[in-house]
């Protein structure tokens, strides 16, 4: 029995474990591979061509596979969704998609706040213009097309504001020392959280951690927030997700023992049935979000031993924004932790930020929209 004696869908499996070159080549070879890798429905591009994505080395084939007739053009919605902007700006030729294909495009790549600069301009156009605009902004410090960044703020209180500041000098590590200050939280230290991953930002979570004397200081949604109510990591994980260093209390007033475990007060109204979050589409490193990612990336869950973030609680408010990525946001910065507190505020490429709106909290966060008790827009009632 030769190679095409074979079932179709088990020809394509085998398509689909050689690289992009040899693909193309072997498909021309014949007119039944052809229409093997041609069929939408079998698509043995998609695997070689995620390699190549999550790898981002892009050899002169991938960067004109839209030139090729064979290869199915729902590839172009994943390449168009997760490539940087760099490469799909200057070095690959686009494909011809309908106004839907693009659409889907946009909502999979950009936070759905960012659906704003759309206005009356087709899809294609809005999702490079957004393109450019955040390409720009990640190598530059110019604010000239987001003077205002939006952000989040949860409050002990259950209340929530959505707050902005000149972008010009938007500090999240400024502004959380504000509200610590106001708060008599100064001699904490503060806490970032990298909550989700996507193409073009990360959105992050500022806060402090602290042993409360009394259930009215600790934040019981910053604490649903980062650990989406009914999902746990694996006690078999736990070891890919321990803290790389240990730090003490620096509350000055000891926890009281009385107080039950955390975890028995952090419930929420009704434990919702998840889905994988797919618009916008997340990095690699939150494939499974809002589920635990494995691979040691997904830090929202800061385990050591048996204690969840070294035993301490979410306290006063939590601030909630995007950090736009640039050529060097994910390198290594001076001797913190990767991934975790100051390496993701401090150091090269990590100056830029974007509005976070409420539309952004409820797609990537819909479980706190029941949670929250109340929406302000500005400061106001609650804001701390």
Not at 127 to 154: G, Q
Request: proline share 7%; hydrophobic share 40%; with cysteine.
């Amino acid at each position: 029995m030769s190679l095409q004696d074979l079932p179709v869908e088990l020809i394509a499996d085998i398509l689909g474990e050689l690289d992009l070159k040899s693909l193309v080549t072997v498909a021309y070879l014949s007119q039944r591979f052809r229409s093997i890798a041609s069929d939408s429905s079998l698509n043995p591009w998609r695997r070689p061509i995620l390699r190549i994505l999550h790898s981002r080395v892009y050899e002169s084939e991938f960067k004109h596979l839209s030139v090729r007739s064979i290869v199915p053009r729902q590839n172009w919605i994943e390449i168009l969704s997760i490539a940087p902007a760099p490469f799909l700006l200057f070095e690959a030729t686009l494909p011809n998609l309908s106004s839907g294909e693009w659409e889907e495009c946009f909502k999979r790549r950009f936070l759905p706040g960012w659906q704003k600069w759309k206005k009356d301009c087709p899809w294609k156009e809005a999702f490079l213009k957004i393109m450019h605009r955040v390409l720009h902004r990640s190598v530059t410090p110019c604010t000239i097309d987001e003077a205002w960044t939006k952000y989040i703020v949860l409050n002990r209180n259950g209340s929530a504001n959505e707050l902005q500041m000149s972008s010009r000098n938007f500090n999240p590590l400024a502004v959380l020392n504000d509200m610590k200050l106001q708060n008599n939280l100064s001699h904490l230290e503060t806490r970032v959280r990298l909550v989700l991953e996507i193409a073009d930002v990360r959105v992050l979570a500022f806060g402090t951690l602290n042993r409360p004397t009394t259930r009215r200081n600790v934040n019981q949604n910053a604490h649903l927030f980062l650990h989406p109510p009914g999902i746990e990591v694996d006690d078999s994980k736990r070891d890919a997700i321990s803290s790389e260093r240990q730090v003490a209390d620096h509350g000055v007033y000891p926890m009281n023992p009385n107080l039950s475990p955390a975890s028995a007060y952090f419930s929420c109204k009704d434990v919702p049935d998840y889905d994988k979050l797919t618009h916008p589409c997340p990095a690699k490193i939150h494939a499974n979000y809002p589920f635990y990612t494995p691979g040691g990336s997904d830090k929202r869950w800061i385990i050591t031993g048996d204690d969840e973030e070294e035993g301490l609680e979410w306290v006063g408010g939590l601030m909630i924004t995007a950090q736009i990525i640039g050529p060097h946001t994910h390198d290594p910065s001076d001797d913190w932790a990767p991934l975790q507190d100051l390496d993701l505020a401090v150091g090269a490429g990590r100056h830029q930020y974007a509005s976070f709106t409420w539309s952004d909290l409820w797609t990537i966060a819909p479980w706190m929209e029941e949670n929250i008790t109340k929406t302000i827009d500005g400061p106001g009632l609650g804001i701390f």
